[in-house]
């Protein structure tokens, strides 16, 4: 390895060390950006426009490190569509939304913080089959699935109220929520030939030069599909097991 | 024509000029949050999102402007220049008299959000939905995400006869809960492409290649997984590793010289990234924005809740590789 090569790696380190003393991530990931493309050789500028052949700035043919920003940044708006969600859910928790779901699920006594982790998670396995892809977290975790895990949770705790529950116990329903979305949206799209996942393999292998079907990679995929959906039953089930600890301890 | 209009307001372009005027009404009222200690500076962080959000990728805005603009977004918010102000928020009381009143029917703008975004997807998923007008089903789901939550607006203001003001406050108020989190997404999916031209991809696969010895199958399914888990967690991304590992790894160390199945490790592989993705930070969209949505005090704390799961099924990626290419 070059002096060279190594020196494009120092964006990897700047990201783990940044990350690791918590410095803004924001500038954390700008600054990794613009060294790695530095050390790269990348120049700033595209040559075109007003930066046509303009030396330092500028190499021919190249693309420019801002540029590529921008492009990337453009792109990837998708990411943060969810913006346009946040009035509408806000209002309706200025409503009561969070106490109403919390109230309807303390209603059934089967609901466990647990089980309804798991339910979303085959949920979301079964979307992912269905070849539908969601953004779960803004559209169904914060508005609907939190506030029900609380309300179980309040049945589970025998707590009256949300304030009651330990402030622990509410963030790591947080936390096992956002996991249930992922775990299922992971390892579920797989299960559908019409998913980007199947379709990326699929794309890179015919461009290596071998002829797959869809249909057999999605065959493959069902093994670790179902051990994601084994380890998400368990480590939900590990929760409310130690919950029904912490009751019965009292 | 009808054809045009219809596909112009149904492209992924539309929303996000939607989202685009949104943010701009929470930049306005920012800029009139005199509560709100560094006013001018998170005002204008959202009104430049604001402006990305419309005019960008179109002529009016090259993308060498919106790469400044990004740069100048990330000084804002290095320099602590975006941050939380008053958003006259309701009372526990408040909240109850509001439920017993509305009751049950504040779940319906909530529900539109995913049955949208739902029908949006179904719609468009027949070939002919898709040609008729120019989408495809995976924006069809983000265009369907966009209007799900317009629709979701207009019917929660209906079901609650509140005011558009207080609407926008409350969107405002979560809006700013996360805070420069929100951007993150989109500047970690840049530094991915950054890492992609300046070929570090290429590096690992090289690196992998020189230090694991080719006659031990084992270690090779270990370096194929642990290559791909590591630079996943590297680009937040197992869809930017899986070509690197697919072509620089599991190609030529194991499916050509083994004769193996490509379709049978090559998924694999794939998912044994995704549990890199559940791993690291750099995931930002699927890591730390739930985090922020959820207010959680810890932005690591969904990663923390989620590495035994991760950790258990990766081994059993290795595992699994490795019996499959054992016994087929």
Redesign the interface.
């Known amino acids: 390895m070059h002096a060279a090569d190594l020196l494009k790696l120092s964006g990897i380190v700047i990201v783990i060390i940044g990350l690791a003393l918590r410095l803004r991530t924001t500038l954390v990931v700008m600054t990794a950006a613009l060294v790695t493309g530095l050390a790269a050789g990348l120049p700033l500028f595209s040559s075109e426009g007003i930066f046509e052949a303009l030396p330092f700035l500028t190499k021919p043919d190249q693309e420019g490190i801002i540029n590529m920003l921008g492009r990337a940044f453009t792109d990837n708006r998708l990411m943060t569509l969810f913006i346009i969600t946040l009035p509408a859910i806000g209002l309706a928790e200025r409503y009561g939304l969070q106490e109403q779901a919390a109230t309807l699920i303390r209603r059934i006594a089967a609901a466990t913080v647990g089980r309804l982790n798991i339910v979303y998670q085959l949920f979301r396995v079964l979307t992912g089959i269905l070849g539908i892809r969601l953004n779960g977290h803004p559209s169904f975790v914060r508005p609907l699935i939190f506030p029900m895990s609380v309300g179980a949770a309040e049945g589970e705790l025998k707590a009256r109220t949300a304030e009651e529950l330990p402030e622990d116990i509410v963030e790591e329903i947080k936390a096992a929520n956002s996991a249930s979305e992922n775990y299922g949206n992971f390892y579920g799209q797989n299960l559908s030939p019409v998913q980007p996942g199947i379709l990326l393999v699929f794309g890179v292998l015919s461009g290596l030069g071998y002829v797959v079907s869809v249909w057999t990679l999605v065959f493959y995929a069902i093994p670790i599909a179902a051990i994601s959906m084994i380890l998400g039953m368990i480590q939900f089930w590990l929760l409310d097991r130690k919950y029904q600890n912490k009751m019965a301890g009292r | 024509m009808i054809s045009s209009i219809s596909s112009a307001v149904l492209s992924?372009n539309s929303?996000?000029v939607?989202?685009g005027l949104?943010?701009w009404v929470f930049a306005a009222m920012t800029l009139g949050d005199r509560a709100n200690n560094r006013r001018f500076g998170s005002a204008l962080f959202w009104a430049i999102?604001a402006a990305?959000?419309v005019f960008?990728?179109s002529r009016y805005m090259?993308?060498?402007?919106?790469?400044?603009?990004?740069?100048a977004?990330?000084v804002i918010?290095?320099t602590g220049g975006v941050l939380r102000g008053h958003y006259n928020e309701?009372t526990k009381a408040e909240?109850?008299e509001?439920?017993t009143r509305?009751?049950?029917k504040?779940?319906l703008?909530?529900?539109?959000?995913?049955l949208v975004?739902?029908g949006f997807?179904?719609a468009f998923?027949p070939r002919y939905m898709q040609e008729l007008f120019g989408l495809d089903?995976?924006r069809a789901?983000?265009v369907g995400?966009?209007y799900?939550?317009?629709a979701?607006?207009a019917?929660?203001?209906r079901?609650?006869g509140?005011k558009v003001r207080?609407?926008?406050?409350?969107?405002?108020?979560?809006?700013d809960a996360m805070g420069?989190?929100?951007?993150?997404?989109?500047?970690?999916?840049?530094?991915?492409?950054?890492?992609t031209?300046?070929?570090?991809g290429d590096?690992i696969a090289?690196?992998i290649h020189h230090i694991i010895p080719a006659d031990n199958l084992f270690l090779l399914v270990l370096a194929t997984c642990l290559g791909m888990a590591l630079f996943t967690i590297?680009m937040g991304n197992s869809?930017a590793a899986?070509?690197v590992i697919?072509?620089g790894v599991l190609?030529p160390l194991i499916?050509k010289p083994l004769g193996v199945s490509?379709?049978?490790v090559?998924?694999?592989t794939?998912?044994a990234g995704?549990s890199g993705?559940?791993m690291t930070?750099?995931a930002?969209?699927?890591?730390?924005?739930?985090?922020a949505?959820?207010n959680?005090?810890?932005q690591y704390?969904?990663i923390?809740?989620?590495l035994?799961?991760a950790l258990?099924?990766w081994t059993?990626?290795v595992i699994?590789m490795w019996l499959m290419i054992k016994l087929f």
């Open positions: 992924l929303v996000y939607l989202t949104v943010l999102l990305i959000f960008g990728g090259p993308h060498w402007i919106t790469g400044l603009l990004v740069l977004m990330v918010d290095g309701s909240q109850a509001h439920a509305v009751g049950n504040i779940f703008p909530v529900l539109l959000i995913p975004t739902f997807a179904l998923r089903a995976t789901a983000l995400l966009g799900g939550g317009v979701a607006m019917a929660c203001l079901i609650t509140d207080v609407l926008m406050n409350e969107g405002r108020r979560l809006n420069a989190v929100n951007i993150l997404p989109q500047l970690l999916a840049s530094l991915g492409v950054i890492f031209a300046a070929k570090v590096l090289s690196g590297v869809f899986f070509p697919a072509t190609v499916v490509p379709e049978m090559a998924i694999i794939l998912t995704s993705t559940l930070p750099m930002a969209n699927f890591n730390i924005v739930p985090a949505l959820l959680m005090r810890d704390g969904v923390k809740f989620q035994p799961f258990t099924i059993l990626h699994l």
